[in-house]
Structure formats: structure tokens, C-alpha cells
């Protein structure tokens, strides 16, 4: 979500970066924000409300986190950073996500408050969209569309990636960061 805040931050509140990269925004499809959405009906927070929540320890978790798609492609290092600092030790041991399945998608929900859309051609700066080949979202946003919208934007879709586009590929993401920022 970050990606869509650091935009509607520079369209709606005169924040003036020098540049932006996107990776995967959410920019849900324009009717979205003009509809009352259910969790159960939202795309992206029916699914993260229902996420796993509890592992006996580590290698539970790592294993269960291998053995879902969202995960199976990521770097071994993200992934151990993941599980470091991405869960905590439970209440009743065990781990536990840091962002709680209502969390994530009470974030999700509340992002439909404000339609990015309209504030898309505010943005003066230079924005480099990212979207994974094999990104699920890719089914409902329409990033191509988006990046035509900025008046200085540009689209690249990244191969073999889904939607954790740097968890799966550091090194390239890392490539693609500085090449864009050398030719400001």
C-alpha cells in the first residue's frame, strides 16, 4: 500500500518527490471506490483476513510460507528476513504474524476511501510503475493504464515475478532502482 499512499500524499498534499517508483500499487478498478465493499467482497482483503495466523515455531512457518504461492518464488534471504521480523512470538507461544489478518485488511478496507484515479495526472514527477508477470492483481488493476496517466510515467512489467515483486527478485529490483534514479 505503500506505493498508493506515497501518490495520493503528492497529488492531495503537495508532497513533491523528485521521483517515484511504484511497485504493484493498488489502485483498485475506479467503480470500487464508488461502491459500499464487504471484506468478504473486496479482492484483496478477503483474502488477507483468512491468511494463517499461528506456527508452532520456524520451520512450521517456513515451511507453510514455501508451500504458498505468494511465497514459493521469494529470495531465501527475504524470506528469513520475513520470518524474523515479520512474525512475532504469540501470546501463547508459537509464531504469530506482526500484521494480524484484521489488520491487513482493515488496511485494505480503508483504502478504499480515497480514489487515487482522479489525482494520478497531479503527480509531475517521474513514476516508474513495476507489475509482476504473474501478479494475481493483474486480473483487476490495470497498472498500464495507470503509468499512462502520470504525465511523466512509464510502465515495465517484470518477468517471472508475481506480486512481492522484491521479495522474489532483490537483485534485479535493486538493478531497476538504480538505473532509474542515475538517469534523473
Known sequence: MGATVLTIASAAFNVRPRA???IEPIFLP????????????????????RRKNYWEDRQEAAAY???RPLFKNW????LDLY????MSTGDTGGLQLVC????EASLFMGGMKFDPWPVLSKVNCPVLILEGEL???????????????????????????????????PGEITDVIRSFFSTL
Open 135 to 169: 501478479s494475481e492483481n493483474r486480473s483487476f488493476i490495470d497498472l498500464k493504464k495507470a503509468a499512462s496517466l502520470f504525465p511523466r510515467g512509464a510502465y515495465r512489467l517484470v518477468e517471472g515475478a508475481g506480486h512481492l515483486i522484491p521479495m522474489e527478485k
Open 100 to 103: 494480524s489478518p484484521q489488520r
Open 65 to 67: 510460507l514455501k508451500s
Open 83 to 86: 520470518l524474523r521480523y515479520g
Open 75 to 78: 529470495d531465501d534471504e527475504m
Open 20 to 22: 517515484m517508483i511504484l
Open 30 to 49: 475506479e467503480d470500487f471506490y464508488r461502491i459500499e465493499l464487504r471484506v468478504e467482497d473486496h479482492p484483496l482483503a478477503s483474502k488477507s483476513i
